[in-house]
T-cell receptor, first 115, second 111 residues
Framework: GAGVSQSPSNKVTEKGKDVELRCDPISGHTALYWYRQRLGQGLEFLIYFQGNSAPDKSGLPSDRFSAERTGESVSTLTIQRTQQEDSAVYLC?????????????FGPGTRLTVT | DAKTTQPNSMESNEEEPVHLPCNHSTISGTDYIHWYRQLPSQGPEYVIHGLTSNVNNRMASLAIAEDRKSSTLILHRATLRDAAVYYCILRDFDSNYQLIWGAGTKLIIKP
């Protein structure tokens, strides 16, 4: 079946502009996660959604970052007033349930470059 | 989530088995052991996970020590496509969100 998809695959933006990144999870997956990966580094957790529960935003680095998810479908990650340090690959993952026994499936990521 | 320790890098010859070790001496009884890998310029990919018993799937095998303080990911016949960074991650049974990623092991496959 279809995997996790993300768009755009690449985004180049000027410092100070807003960007919106999209994630389409696997159908039927109730949990959705956003991570950030800077060049040569590991993944950093940003935010997590589980069904209709309030999202866990504990990983968001600043109030310029926000995310929304409609039910158990698509999610958007918005970065306002982008800074050069926001340049990274933004990865989305979904999981059937949010429990430790379930694996996460990742999308290909959106490479964001802030100039 | 408990901490894991992995070698920074390993080398193996193509078509030979590869054993990737992971130490997790502070593992709790409810921690699942997950393995993911990340190929160059791609998103992470799930490999395998287990709790107590050894596990096999189409990609790999997971051997878990009897005391669960270590585990080994086994690739039975490495190919060039298996060159990636392999991450060993512990997730508590009651943990309901993010995977906490370490540095992983960079696996180099020599043709």
């Amino acid at each position: 079946g279809a995997g996790v998809s993300q768009s755009p695959s690449n985004k180049v933006t000027e410092k100070g502009k807003d960007v919106e990144l999209r994630c389409d999870p696997i159908s039927g997956h109730t949990a959705l996660y956003w991570y950030r990966q800077r060049l040569g580094q590991g993944l950093e957790f940003l935010i997590y959604f589980q069904g209709n529960s309030a999202p866990d935003k504990s990983g968001l680095p600043s109030d310029r970052f926000s995310a929304e998810r409609t039910g158990e479908s698509v999610s958007t990650l918005t970065i306002q007033r982008t800074q050069q340090e926001d340049s990274a690959v933004y990865l989305c993952a979904s999981s059937y349930r949010d429990r430790a026994a379930y694996e996460q499936y990742f999308g290909p990521g959106t490479r964001l470059t802030v100039t | 989530d408990a901490k894991t320790t992995q070698p920074n890098s390993m080398e193996s010859n193509e078509e030979e088995p590869v054993h990737l070790p992971c130490n997790h001496s502070t593992i709790s009884g409810t921690d699942y052991i997950h393995w993911y890998r990340q190929l160059p310029s791609q998103g992470p990919e799930y490999v395998i996970h287990g709790l107590t018993s050894n596990v096999n799937n189409r990609m790999a095998s997971l051997a878990i020590a009897e005391d669960r303080k270590s585990s080994t990911l086994i690739l039975h016949r490495a190919t060039l496509r298996d060159a990636a960074v392999y991450y060993c991650i512990l997730r508590d049974f009651d943990s309901n969100y993010q995977l906490i990623w370490g540095a992983g092991t960079k696996l180099i496959i020599k043709p």
